[in-house]
C-alpha cells in the first residue's frame, strides 16, 4: 500500500492518473484504468458536450468506481462540457491547455473537485489560490501540447510553491519513472502515453504500433512558431508542418493562421484512420521504452510493483 491524497481523496488503490487524451481517452479506457484501482478520464477533446455525455453515461455503466473528465480549455465547446461535468457531477475534471479560473466556481457548487494541468509555478500558485484541489504539473516529454520545462525542474519547484497535492505528469512510462515523480515531491502520478498502449484503449492500431516502434528520439515539437506547441512522432505530417514552419518564420509577417489550420483533423486522422502520413501521432518522449500493448490492470499493478523495488533497492543504498 502507499500512502497519497489522491488514493485517500477518492478512495481509490493506485494514486495513478490517465491522461486526458483527446480523442483516445473514451468509456472503454477511462472505466478500464478506474476498474484497475486508478482514476480513468474520459476526453473532451474539441468534441461538444452531446459526445460527451454519452461517453460519460457509457463509463458510469461500465465501471462503479470514480473517474472524470478532461476539459482541453481551447476547444470551441469548453463552455458547454464544463457545465455537462457539473450536470452529470463526475467526481473531477482535469484541465488542460489553459485557464479554468472561469469555471472555479460552478465546480465547487457542484462538488466537482477541479485539478488543472500547470506548465509553470505562476500559474500553480493561481490555480491553488483559487481553489484547485490537486495539480498536475507536466513536463514537456509530454505528448501533445506542452510547456515549455521538464517533468524534473518543473514538479520540484511546484511541489515547493503551493500547499496542495502535486500530480507529476509527462516522461512517466514505468515504475522508475513513478518513484523518480515520488522523490519530486509529488503525491501521484498522471500517465498518457503508455495508456494509449492499453488493449482496452480505441486507437488505431497503426497508431499503437508507431509507439511502440519509436525510438528515443522520434518525438518532434511542432507550432513552437503558433504559441501552441505540441509533441509528437515524426512522419511525413510533422515533417511538412515544420518546413512550412520554417519558411513562414523566415517572413515579417508569418501566416499563423494557416499554420494552426494544419493541425485541424489530423489528430482523428491519426486516431480514427491510422493514417500513417497525414495524422499527428501525438505521443510523449517515453515512447522509445514502450514495447508492448497490455491491460490496464497489468500496467498498473507493474507500475506500482516495480516502483517499490526501485524504492527498496535504493534505501539499501544508503545502509
Ligand atoms: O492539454 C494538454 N495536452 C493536449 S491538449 C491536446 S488537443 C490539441 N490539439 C491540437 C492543438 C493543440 C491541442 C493535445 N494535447 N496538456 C496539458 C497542458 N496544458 N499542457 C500545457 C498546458 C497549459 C498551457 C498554458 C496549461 C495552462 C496554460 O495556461 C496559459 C494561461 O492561460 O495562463
Redesign the pocket.
Known amino acids: 500500500m502507499i500512502k497519497s491524497k489522491l488514493c485517500a481523496e477518492f478512495n481509490i488503490k493506485y494514486p495513478i492518473l490517465q491522461?486526458?487524451?483527446?480523442w483516445i481517452a473514451d468509456s472503454s479506457l477511462a472505466s478500464a484504468v478506474s476498474n484497475a484501482g486508478g482514476l480513468g478520464v474520459v476526453a473532451a477533446?474539441?468534441a461538444p458536450a452531446d459526445v460527451i455525455r454519452n461517453e460519460i453515461r457509457k463509463t458510469k455503466e461500465l465501471t462503479d468506481k470514480p473517474f472524470g473528465v478532461?476539459i482541453?480549455?481551447?476547444?470551441p465547446f469548453a463552455d458547454e462540457i464544463a457545465q455537462l461535468v457539473c450536470e452529470e457531477k463526475v467526481q473531477f475534471v482535469t484541465?488542460?491547455?489553459?485557464?479554468p479560473g472561469k469555471y472555479m466556481q460552478s465546480f465547487k457548487d457542484a462538488g466537482v473537485r477541479v485539478i488543472?494541468?500547470?506548465?509553470?509555478v505562476?500559474?500553480a500558485k493561481?490555480m491553488a489560490r483559487d481553489g484547485a484541489d490537486f495539480l498536475?504539473a507536466?513536463g514537456m516529454e509530454?505528448?501533445?501540447?506542452?510547456?515549455k520545462l521538464t517533468t524534473m525542474t518543473l514538479v520540484p519547484q511546484v511541489v515547493s510553491a503551493v500547499d496542495i497535492p502535486v500530480i507529476a505528469?509527462g516522461g512517466i512510462g514505468d515504475g522508475r519513472g513513478v518513484a523518480a515523480a515520488l522523490a519530486l515531491g509529488a503525491d501521484a502520478v498522471q500517465v498518457g502515453t503508455r495508456f494509449l498502449l492499453a488493449k482496452e484503449c480505441n486507437a488505431h492500431q497503426s497508431y499503437k504500433d508507431m509507439v511502440i516502434k519509436a525510438k528515443d528520439i522520434d518525438t518532434v515539437i511542432t507550432?513552437q512558431i503558433t504559441g501552441?506547441p505540441?509533441r509528437g512522432l515524426r512522419n511525413k505530417f510533422t515533417k511538412e508542418f515544420l518546413e512550412l514552419e520554417k519558411e513562414e518564420g523566415k517572413k515579417d509577417n508569418p501566416d499563423i493562421k494557416m499554420i494552426?489550420s494544419l493541425?485541424?483533423g489530423?489528430?482523428r486522422c491519426a486516431v480514427v484512420e491510422g493514417d500513417l502520413e497525414k495524422g499527428?501521432f501525438?505521443s510523449g518522449q517515453i515512447a522509445g521504452m514502450l514495447t508492448k500493448e497490455q491491460s490496464c490492470a497489468e500496467m498498473v499493478e507493474e507500475f506500482f510493483n516495480e516502483c517499490m523495488k526501485e524504492v527498496e533497492k535504493l534505501y539499501k543504498r544508503f545502509s
Open positions: 491522461g486526458g487524451m483527446a477533446g474539441n478532461n482541453m480549455l481551447m476547444s484541465t488542460g491547455a489553459g485557464n488543472p494541468v500547470v506548465p509553470s505562476a500559474l493561481r498536475i507536466e509530454a505528448g501533445g501540447h506542452i510547456g505528469a507550432g501552441h505540441v494552426e493541425g485541424a489530423s489528430l499527428s501525438m
